[in-house]
């Protein structure tokens, strides 16, 4: 199983900013998936989740209303798009998948992990 994400880099504050994670070796319509971030000496913050069954979504307070989660099960890939972003966002963001969505949303006992792709805000 690999996830791999991609589109993190540095952009300017109020910018936007689109995040991906392809899935390999796990079919996605059975996994609940999730967005994560770390802040250096900070801990792990969920950001957004996507639950397998019906698609429901549930996102971090600190990003509702910027952040959306998506998924393509064709192409076996979730996104995050950012938007409005602030220096407070800058971070190393996760993707992740675990057939539980409850693990998803708790941030624990996640099967699988992506290695992360950095997003830096400046302004």
């Known amino acids: 199983v690999r996830l791999v994400e991609s589109g993190g880099a540095l952009v300017e504050a109020g910018g936007s900013l689109r995040l991906s994670c392809a899935a390999s070796?796990?079919?996605?319509?059975?996994?609940?998936m999730g967005w994560f971030r770390q802040a250096p000496g900070k801990e792990r913050e969920f950001v957004a989740g996507?639950?397998?069954?019906?698609?429901?979504?549930f996102y971090g307070d600190s990003v509702k209303g910027r952040f959306a989660i998506s998924r393509d099960n064709a192409e076996n890939t979730i996104s995050l798009q950012l938007n409005s972003l602030k220096a407070e966002d800058s971070a190393v963001y996760f993707c992740?998948?675990?057939?539980?969505?409850?693990?998803?949303?708790?941030?624990?006992?996640?099967?699988?992990w992506g290695q992360g792709t950095q997003v830096t805000v400046f302004s």
């Open positions: 992740a998948a675990d057939r539980y969505t409850v693990s998803i949303t708790r941030g624990n006992q996640i099967e699988h």
């Open positions: 070796g796990l079919d996605l319509r059975l996994y609940s």
């Open positions: 996507i639950r397998w069954s019906d698609g429901r979504i």
